[in-house]
Every structure is written in C-alpha cells, then in structure tokens.
C-alpha cells in the first residue's frame, strides 16, 4: 500500500469510519437495552442481552478505532480504485426508484421499467433482447405466481396485476 | 438392525413419486446455482424458502437439502472450465481444476471431482446415519447452559474463520445478535427496537436479511467489473479418470472425506473449511508438492471430497442439537420452523420418518447428481455462456419475488434492499456477512438459553463453568478468542480465513 492509500489519523481512513459507525452503534444498542429495563441476574430483563451486546460492540469497534490509527487503513477512495463505482451506484438507485414505485404502481408496471433499466443501464444488452426480456420475464413470472401459485402480488393504484 | 429397519423406514418415505420430484428439482436447481457464477446456494435456498409452503415438510427439506450438496457438485464446473468458482467451497478447485482443464484435461478433472463427492457424500451419510441417533441419545442432557455456551464456540468459530480482523467479524456478530431480538421478548412480550412500526413487531425475516446480504449485494459487487470468462471451448472428453488419475487420486479422497465430515460437523466450520484444509493437507503430504497450483489432480479430488463430506457433516448439528452451524443449516432451520418442526434431539425420535427420509433422499440425490453432473456436462457449458449482464437483473427479480413471496408483504423487499446497500459496503469495508447472519439466526436462541440458565441457576454464573460440557465449549471459544492475539496464531488464521460470502 503506498502513502495515498494508507492513511492513519486522517477523515479519508476507512477504516476509522467502519469502527466510528460501529461505535455508534453500539452506544445506540446500550442506550436501548437500558431503555428496556436490565434486569437482575436472576431474572434479566428485556434489555439485559442487548445492554451486554452493546458493550461488546463498543469495546469491538474501538480496537477497530485504535488499530486504524496505530497501523493506519486504506482511504475510501482506494475501496473504489479501479472499479466502476458508478454502476453499482445506479443500481442502488434503481433499487431505490423500484421500492418507492412498488406500492402505487403495482408488480407489472415497477418491475419492466426496472428490468429494462436494468439491461440497459449497466453493462448495455441491444434493444432488440432487452425490450423482450424486460417485458416477457416479469409477464411470465406474474403470470405462473397469480395464475398458477394463486399468489397475490401488489396491483398498485391502476389494479393492473 | 435398528439403523437397517430406519433406512428401509427412510427409502420408503424419499421414494415417494412427490418427494423424487422434489429431490430432483432440488439437485438441479443446486447444480444450476453451483453453475451459475454470482448466485450461490444461500440465495437459491433463501429464494426457494417460501416454496417448500407448498408441499410436506418432507418435502420441502429434501428439496433444500438438494439444492445444497447440489450446488458443491455444480460448483467445480465453474472452477474447472471458466476459472470462476460457482460458490465459495469450490475457490480451491480453481487452483488445480481449471489448470488442467487448460492442458486438455477437463474431462478427467470434471470426472474425478464427480466421483470424488459421490465417494464423499456416501460415506458423510453412512456416517451421519450412524452419529446422529447416538449424539441425539446424549443431546437430551443438554440444558440451557450447554445450548447457550455450544452456540456461543458455533459463533466464535465461524468469526475466527472468517476473512479479515477478528474485531470485525465479531462486531459483525454483535450486530447479528441485535437484529435478531428486534421484535417482541419471548419472556416478556415487550416490543424491542420496533420505532412503533408494525411490521417490526414478529422481528426481521430471515429472508429478507440473507437476501440482500448475498444476493442484492453479491450482484453490487459484481457489476462493479465487467465480469470476463476464459471458457474452455475443447470438447470435454475422457470423464472417466484412467487408472493413474484413479491411483493418484484415491488417498485424497479418502482423507478430503475423513477430514471433510469432521469439519462439517463442527460448528461454524463447514464446506469451504474443509476444501480449504484438504488442498492443504494434500499438499503437504505430497512428495511432489510443486505440481500443485500447475494441475495436480490431487488438488481436485480431496478438496471436491472434502467439500461434499462436509456438507453431509453439517446436517448433524442441526439434526441432533438443533443448532445449525453454518448460514445454510440456518436457512434449513428456517425450512423446519416454516412446518412447525424443531429440529432437535427429539426429532429423531418424534419424527423418525422425516429424519430417515431426508438421510435416504440424500443417498438418492447424490445418485442423481453423478447422472445430472457427468452425461450432462455439455448442457452446463453452454449455460456458462449466459451473459453477466442479462443473468443479473433475472437474478434481481427473482429475489426480488421470493422475499415477496415469502411473507405477501412489500415491507420486506424494502428490507431486502436495505440489506443489499448495507451489504455491499461492509463488503467494501472489509465486514463479511456470514458471523452477521449466523449469530442472527442463533441470537433469539442464545438469549433464551441464557436468560433460562440464570434463572435457573438463581443469578450464578458458575453454572457455565461447573457443567462440563459448557465448560469445554467455553474454553473452545476463549482460546480461539485470544489466538489473533499471538503472532504465530495469528499468521495460521490468516492462511485458514475464508469469504464465506459467496
């Protein structure tokens, strides 16, 4: 690893944000358990497993914490060197755009565009292939599910599937 | 004479005209997952989750069970022809396998590791047949200190082999823990960590979890690269190992199968361990040990063996204790709950035609295996050709559908896809999934167990020390906890750590 990509005490130190996010965490599992009543030892309560769980997790994340600034850690830059970081990018935001369309527009009607999207978006497959396949796989699979399986799928505002 | 009366009893049951169907689907959809690159059995079994609804428990299990020593045989194709290990347990395979594929020798490559985890499937089962019932007799003792302490060591086994800082993978675990008491206290019925949101009151689904984990994620990071394969285009010929490759490969198997079942049936280790420990193995003992990495036939068959023992290993655990040791068993215990059944040291007993059937259909799909994996290797290659790009968002949608399906509720794909995001950068950051999802599965258990022991035991932490058994996992799980601590340990680890991820 050269200097650019291994840092110590630096904001760019992955690793010193995987354990601050732990840390986090942790203090924010302790906190509930304590919200949840301990307990005695004979007779723990609701938050006694999630109060000792939140401890081990702090004390986790803060020998992630000392060992990213004594022997330091690669910077988040360097985690996407050399990839293409945008096309899981665009997924996510597919992902995203197909969780918040589900509901209002129904199976059918989120998941074409999605799959098209899809096919078309990351590592592009012709025109030609990608309309059947966007449209004939999810047709097939809500066809086998609601016909066949008796399984029901979200309709959406339209009733269309 | 008991053991041959249960066999016949378990033949009777796996011979049913419904449950060979379904055994059948089960080790093709294995060997079409173990194929496939960028899908592995824990998403297939977690996609196929919701379908074992459908029929017997019986039926739904062996299906399972199918598709998990299915996809250790389909998982050497890959490694052999393309250089791109179907699932984790088969990375080892690439090493050797697709060597000799690219000096002409793919069919005997593809042959021996056929033959190498019939062999090993074999003796797992003949072996499970026999452990089982003795350790289920001894498991009845078990009380809540020994469950607790025994999932404690499954848990800190599985962190000690994972790829990576220990300190992660036990965060990891912690984290696992946390998710899997979201939902109402089993003792108190208090809700916990809800945020008064409805959905969150039965807990997050395992589905959903292990889903985005590996599924959503596993195709973020695959789309992250153009995903290039260097197949074989020779016609595979000479399946049939000669008499050399026979000899050379006979000691390999049957240590990769001794050593494979045992790894199996420890906790947290499991498939990937074992592949990993028998090319290690194989290599050390060898008397040639610079052949291997260049095509050593040796380094095909004992990790295949290997592999396979272990995934008959790892059914032993969960049959008899049920707890289950690795991610997969986790999402066969799923199967078990789904049909109201509690794998355990009673199930044996309680359920002797589900136990006896499920064993004897094993015996039948590994059968079916060797016919679907050697004559049809053809029809697996060419599947080898489908495009990254147009199996990626197929692989989106399926998803998609079974976490849907599972439980008729959108809540769970927004947390499928939560769990994707959070997926892919943990996987970013070096945090692996596997203690995640284990200690997730086994944290409401380990509560449970815990909670009861201190009742019991009126407050007295003693009582993990003073029972022997808990007593000797503890320590199991102590040492392992302080060997990252000592350099030379250290370094070992190091070599051992694995990306269950796959």
């Not at chain 1, 304590?34 to 938050?47: E, R, V, Y």
């Not at chain 2, 655990?317 to 789904?338: D, E, K, Q, R």
């Not at chain 2, 559908?401 to 809540?411: D, E």
Request: glycine share 12%.
């Amino acid at each position: 690893m050269n200097d650019q990509t291994n840092v110590k005490l630096r904001l760019s130190n992955s690793e010193l944000w995987g354990g601050v996010i732990g840390l986090a965490l942790g203090g924010f599992v302790i906190w509930s358990g304590l919200k949840l009543k301990l307990g005695t030892i004979n007779d723990p309560g609701s938050g006694y497993v999630l109060f000792y769980t939140g401890i081990l997790m702090c004390v986790f994340a803060g020998s992630i914490i000392v060992s990213a600034i004594t022997e330091g850690g690669p910077t988040l830059a360097s985690r996407w060197e050399n990839v293409r970081w945008s096309k899981p990018l665009l997924l996510i935001a597919c992902l995203v755009a197909f969780s918040v369309a589900l509901e209002p527009l129904g199976f059918l009607l989120s998941s074409i565009p999605l799959m098209l999207l899809l096919l078309r978006l990351i590592d592009p497959v012709r025109w030609t292939l990608a309309i059947p396949v966007a449209v004939l796989v999810p047709m097939g699979m809500w066809w086998v599910l609601k016909r066949l399986l008796l399984i029901q799928l979200p309709s959406g505002l339209f009733g269309i599937g | 004479m008991d053991t041959l009366v249960n066999v016949a009893h378990g033949f009777g049951v796996a011979l049913l005209p419904i449950n060979l169907l379904y055994c059948f689907i089960g080790v093709f959809i294995g060997t079409l997952v173990g194929v496939l690159p960028g899908i592995g059995p824990i998403s297939a079994m977690s996609l196929l989750l919701p379908v074992t609804l459908s029929g017997t428990p019986e039926s739904g299990i062996i299906m399972m069970a199918g598709i998990y020593y299915g996809s250790m045989y389909g998982g050497s194709t890959t490694s052999i022809l393309v250089n791109i290990p179907g699932e984790a347990a088969s990375v080892v395979t690439c090493i050797d396998g697709h060597q000799m594929a690219k000096q002409g020798r793919a069919g005997p490559a593809l042959g021996i590791s056929a033959f190498g985890s019939f062999i090993a499937g074999t003796f797992a089962l003949i072996a499970l047949m026999l452990v089982a019932p003795k350790l289920a007799s001894v498991a009845i003792a078990f009380g809540p200190a020994e469950y607790f302490s025994l999932m404690v060591l499954g848990l800190v086994v599985l962190t000690f082999l994972t790829q990576g800082s220990m300190p992660k993978a036990l965060l990891m675990a912690c984290i696992g823990v946390v998710l899997g008491l979201i939902g109402l206290d089993s003792i108190t019925a208090q809700p916990r960590l809800t945020f008064g949101r409805m959905e969150l009151i039965d807990g997050i689904g395992l589905v959903p979890v292990v889903m985005g984990l590996f599924g959503v994620a596993e195709v973020l990071l695959n789309t992250e690269q153009a995903i290039k394969r260097d197949i074989i285009n020779t016609k595979i010929t000479h399946l049939l190992p000669s008499k050399e490759d026979l000899k050379a490969s006979a000691g390999p198997v049957g240590r990769g199968t001794i050593l494979g079942f045992f790894l199996g049936i420890l906790p947290g280790g499991g498939a990937v361990v074992a592949s990993f420990a028998s090319y290690a193995l194989e290599k050390r003992l060898s008397k040639t040990p610079e052949r291997f990495g260049h095509g050593a036939i040796e380094g095909v068959a004992g990790p295949e063996s290997a592999n396979n023992a272990a995934a008959g290993g790892a059914f032993i655990p969960l049959m008899t204790l049920g707890i289950p040791p690795n991610v997969v068993m986790a999402l066969l215990l799923g199967a078990f709950v789904i049909h109201g059944l509690q794998p355990g040291p009673l199930l044996i007993t309680q359920n002797p035609g589900l136990f006896w059937g499920i064993v004897a259909s094993m015996y039948i799909g590994n059968v079916m295996l060797l016919v679907l994996n050697l004559p049809m290797i053809g029809m697996w290659v060419q599947l080898l050709k489908l495009p990254y790009n147009i199996l990626f968002p197929l692989i989106i949608l399926f998803t998609i559908l079974g976490v849907y399906c599972s439980s008729n509720n959108v809540f769970d794909v927004y947390v499928m896809i939560a769990f994707g995001i959070i997926g892919y950068f943990m996987r970013k950051l070096g945090y692996e999934p596997a203690p995640l999802v284990l200690a997730f599965v086994l944290g409401p258990m380990m509560e449970n167990n815990l909670r009861k022991s201190l009742i019991l035991s009126q407050g007295d932490l003693w009582t993990f020390v003073q029972r022997p058994i808990s007593a000797v996992c503890l320590a199991f799980a102590m040492v392992l906890l302080i060997a990252p601590l000592l350099p030379a340990l250290r370094k070992k680890r190091e070599l051992v750590a694995l990306d269950e991820g796959a």
